[in-house]
């Protein structure tokens, strides 16, 4: 026990030390980011009303708005061509110092970020709020907590994942070392999506920079006020820490600055439609640009019938109206076992019912607006072909005080039962608060109802046996899946996210999404130099010997044959014929001597 006794001591006392290092706050600096601009200052500005149809590249402006109250928020200009390439070509410059950055370096560019991101909240929500539509606790749900768990992970794991890892030799190589090294690729650049464009700005760009990259980021033509906004952040924390200017941009525009971007730079990300999709594939093949896509998808949300139903209504409900709907990874498709689909569809219509939807920071409501325009007509289509086909709308949540011309950006939360797969509304990516909700009746009906689609993203399964929820987990096709619980994923950075079939391939985030920004080089080197070096071997040295293919197939059965016998019978073949190689290049020497 004495011998204990100093160790129990020193492990407490370390303990002591570590909590007291704990209390001590760490010395980062704070940065100043105008935002002077984009305050809303109580003043009426004036309705924007914007044209109907896709925006042509024709037009050399973006114009933003407020979706919920249709305010007009300025315009920022659509970059052509050249333009875009000459940003590429800047990033690529300071990414070329940024480089040789110490991890030190990266990790108080992260703690300045973070410790403005707090600070700031109420900011960063407003902005999004008024640039897409969501309420401010959807805002921070989706924009603030996914964004400051992401920099928690890499301050806390990121320089170990991107440290050389070594890997085993084999057998023919136990005189080397062999190891795995992760080195920038250059400038990579990101197409992302409107629905959270503070996070769809900085998850990208914090892996790309903490990984040595640099990064231009091309934002949604219906999220460019908001995420020019968060790229003055972004701006002032690198400048804070010493970085090149340029290393990080932001770029605005429609289709032609995207395709540019994809023709300019060293690795892509894209968050889209599978339709963009494909052609960025196709625009990314002329150049062998590689891609990572994140497509959307039409995740399943199964309910075993011994799933406690008032808990799932609960969470159910938050993952359908999260961001009024518009989720990448959002609940679209729900099955509930037969036994509780009555029970299910009551619970959910409670609450369904007393959700309100408004201009999010005109009033105390629960949902925010629809942040593309006509989106709202095609939710409604859904529903319409959904209800022809036999299905039934059970409860509809209601509206608060919508301005006449803000009509059109708004649907209300809405439950629909008695649906089947041939309506769109189970087939096809809402992208809204529609909850559609199905029977079944055995583990394998939901499985086979929940791979009937042409996306992959997620699914979410309840089971009162969580052996059963893993056990249906398991064979769904999909990247993402939470068992008793809805996109939890996320929140656990230290994860990758992506999906199969329609919903993309790649992934970003976790270990795989922050090696995915770096070039993966395998080294090897010999293990104990200058003292052991690779020689090859007399029989099969050039000119090859006459016995240099039975020494060849005796030195692979002595090193992989399945039987010890018959691995030490060919190595003493092998070294037989070393022996008699030796020998006879000694006579042969000897000779030359007389």
């Known amino acids: 026990m004495a011998f204990w006794w100093p160790l129990i001591v020193l492990a407490f006392a370390y303990a002591i030390c570590r909590f007291l290092l704990m209390l001590i706050p760490p010395n980062v600096p704070s940065i100043e980011v105008d935002a002077s601009d984009v305050l809303d200052d109580g003043n009426q500005s004036f309705i924007y009303v914007p044209p109907r149809g896709r925006t042509a590249q024709s037009e050399t402006k973006v114009q933003c708005y407020e979706p919920a109250t249709m305010k007009y928020l300025g315009y920022y200009p659509a970059l052509t061509t050249d333009e875009v390439k000459e940003r590429v070509s800047l990033a690529r410059k300071a990414q070329k110092t940024w480089a040789k950055s110490s991890f030190k370096q990266r990790r108080l560019f992260l703690r300045i970020l973070l410790k403005y991101i707090i600070e700031h909240q109420d900011l960063i929500c407003e902005i999004s709020s008024r640039d897409t539509g969501k309420t401010m606790v959807d805002a921070s749900l989706g924009e603030i907590m996914t964004t400051c768990e992401k920099i928690t992970w890499l301050l806390s794991e990121g320089e170990r994942w991107l440290k050389p890892e070594y890997r085993s030799c084999g057998r023919s190589m136990i005189h080397k070392r062999s190891k795995v090294e992760f080195h920038p690729l250059g400038v990579v650049g990101a197409i992302v999506s409107w629905n959270y464009p503070f996070h769809n700005i900085f998850n990208p760009m914090l892996a790309a920079v903490f990984s040595g990259n640099g990064i231009v980021i091309k934002v949604s033509e219906h999220a460019s006020w908001s995420g020019c906004f968060y790229f003055r952040i972004i701006?002032?924390?690198?400048?804070?820490?010493?970085?090149?200017?340029?290393?990080?941009?932001?770029?605005?525009?429609?289709s032609e600055t995207g395709e540019a971007l994809v023709s300019s730079v060293d690795k892509l990300i894209f968050v889209g439609s599978p339709g963009v999709g494909k052609m960025i594939m196709r625009n990314a093949a002329e150049t062998l640009t590689p891609v990572t896509f994140e497509l959307g998808g039409k995740d399943a949300f199964i309910v075993c019938e011994d799933a406690d139903v008032e808990h799932v209504a609960q969470i159910a409900v938050?993952?359908?109206?999260?961001?009024?709907?518009?989720?990448?990874?959002?609940?679209?498709?729900?099955?509930?076992?037969?036994?509780?689909?009555?029970?299910?569809?009551?619970?959910?219509?409670?609450?369904?019912?007393?959700?309100?939807?408004?201009?999010?920071l005109a009033g105390k409501y629960d949902m925010g607006a629809i942040c593309m325009q006509e989106h709202s007509e095609r939710l409604q289509n859904l529903v319409n072909d959904a209800l022809d086909k036999g299905a039934k709308l059970v409860v509809r949540g209601s509206f608060g005080h919508i301005g006449e011309d803000a009509v059109d950006h708004f649907f209300p939360p809405t439950v629909i039962e008695n649906v089947n797969h041939t309506m769109k509304l189970m087939q096809e990516e809402a992208f809204g608060p529609i909850m559609p909700i199905m029977k079944f009746s055995t583990d394998e009906e939901a499985v086979k109802l929940a791979n009937d689609s042409k996306y992959g993203l997620g699914c979410a399964v309840f089971s009162g046996s969580q052996r059963r929820a893993r056990e249906i987990t398991s064979q769904i096709q999909c990247g993402v899946a939470a068992i008793n619980d809805f996109a939890s994923n996320y929140m656990c950075q230290s994860l990758p996210f992506g999906g199969v079939k329609d919903s993309g391939f790649g992934r970003f985030a976790g270990v795989e999404g922050l090696r995915a920004c770096c070039l993966v080089k395998s080294v090897v080197e010999d293990r104990w130099w200058p003292y052991i070096k690779t020689k090859i071997p007399k029989p099969i040295q050039y000119p090859i010997g006459e016995n240099g293919l039975e020494f060849q197939e005796s030195?692979?059965?002595?090193?992989?044959?399945?039987?010890?016998?018959?691995?030490?019978?060919a190595l003493v073949t092998v070294l037989k014929i070393l022996s008699d190689q030796n020998s006879h290049a000694g006579t042969t020497g000897k000779r030359r001597d007389d």
């Open 235 to 254: 701006q002032s924390a690198l400048a804070a820490v010493g970085a090149p200017e340029n290393l990080v941009d932001v770029i605005t525009g429609f």
């Open 318 to 360: 938050r993952a359908v109206l999260q961001s009024s709907g518009q989720n990448c990874a959002g609940a679209e498709r729900f099955y509930v076992h037969k036994d509780i689909y009555s029970s299910f569809v009551s619970q959910v219509s409670k609450i369904v019912k007393s959700v309100s939807a408004g201009p999010p």
């Open 555 to 569: 030195l692979v059965e002595a090193l992989y044959g399945l039987n010890i016998w018959d691995r030490l019978r």
